[in-house]
């Protein structure tokens, strides 16, 4: 049974930084691309980053580009996002999720690609 798990998110003021993780079992880890999203209020979900099986790809949507940064560590089977000078507009509910390709190119911030999701981590930021 595949297990995805968020946690790191919690209440910040804006400028500050937060660094959400999510760990997985129950599938071989470094076969899998994985990914953040996030959902805010009354938003559809967003692609954030998503990142290959090796590590060595990664691919961040423009909306957060040089504020966030993915990244994974196999031995754990968990991947991290970076969060960098936050503001409101980030406050959402931030969700990780996996998918069986090793490395799903221009598809990798599209929802329907994944299979796995967590149940995600609220991330609230204060102005």
């Known amino acids: 049974q595949v297990q995805v798990v968020e946690s790191g998110g919690g209440l910040v003021q804006a400028g500050q930084s937060l660094m959400l993780s999510c760990t997985v079992s129950g599938l071989t880890f470094e076969d899998f691309a994985m990914a953040w999203f996030r959902q805010a209020p009354g938003k559809e979900r967003e692609g954030l980053s998503c990142?290959?099986?090796?590590?060595?790809?990664?691919n961040t949507a423009d909306s957060v580009k040089g504020r966030f940064t993915i990244s994974r560590d196999n031995a754990k089977s968990t991947i991290y996002l970076q969060m960098n000078n936050l503001n409101t507009e980030d406050t959402a509910m931030y969700y990780c999720a996996a998918t069986r390709a090793y490395w799903p190119g221009s598809l990798g911030l599209a929802q329907s690609t994944y299979n796995y999701w967590g149940q995600g981590t609220q991330v609230t930021v204060s102005s």
């Open positions: 990142i290959s099986g090796s590590g060595r790809s990664t």
